[in-house]
């Protein structure tokens, strides 16, 4: 089984695979690493595109080759920060409600789930960019309910915790990311 299939069987909500792929293959490190930089990629390349938005208009060469490799680069990195957060961030909760008190598992499992937060990347670059409207917030709310539901499986699946447990830490999680965001931009 390669990379596709077992990333098709993640976004079908197979729990099966993440230990499959932690415990038997050893490639959840490099799942991990493609699915965080691949976001990060698409975030870095679609914020260079939509820089044209927020930019003097009438510049012929609004940004250079080194600024848009800094803004690629700089969302990869980003990109792996948020992922290491919300792993630190799920980690506790997970282990306070009686989870695994292994981090790597939901480091790598989150990892993996990961690849469902890539059509949001785009999103993200316009929504920092004010480029909404019409269908914008539902159709991002639909998928980000798809990506919050893989991650949810993910991370269920690495901590070993019930299906009430489960969701009860990933409301803390939720409350607790939205409300640190809410103090940290807001």
Known sequence: MDYFQRMLRI???????????????????????INVAMFGLIYGFSA???????????????????????LVLMGISVSFLIHGGMALFAWVFC?????STL????????????????????????LQVKLT???????????????LTV???ALKSASGLSQVRMLIVFAVIIVYICSFMYL???
């Not at 282990?95 to 989870?99: A, E, P, T, Y």
């Not at 409207?133 to 980000?144: D, E, T, Y």
Request: charged share 10%; hydrophobic share 55%; no cysteine.
């Open 95 to 99: 282990r306070g409600f009686g989870g």
């Open 11 to 33: 976004l079908r909500f197979d729990e099966a695979v993440y230990r499959e792929v932690i415990m038997q293959n050893k490639l959840s490190l490099a799942y991990t690493a």
């Open 48 to 70: 260079t595109y939509f820089s044209q938005y927020i930019l003097e208009p009438g510049d012929t060469d609004p940004l250079s080759f080194h600024i848009r490799l800094t």
């Open 151 to 153: 991650v949810f499986h």
């Open 184 to 186: 940290w931009v807001g």
């Open 133 to 147: 409207g019409g269908l914008f917030f539902p159709i991002i709310s639909a998928v980000l309910a798809f990506a």
């Open 103 to 126: 981090f790597l598992p939901i480091y790598l499992a989150l990892g993996m789930a990961w690849i469902s937060f890539w059509p949001l990347a785009p999103a993200l670059a316009a």
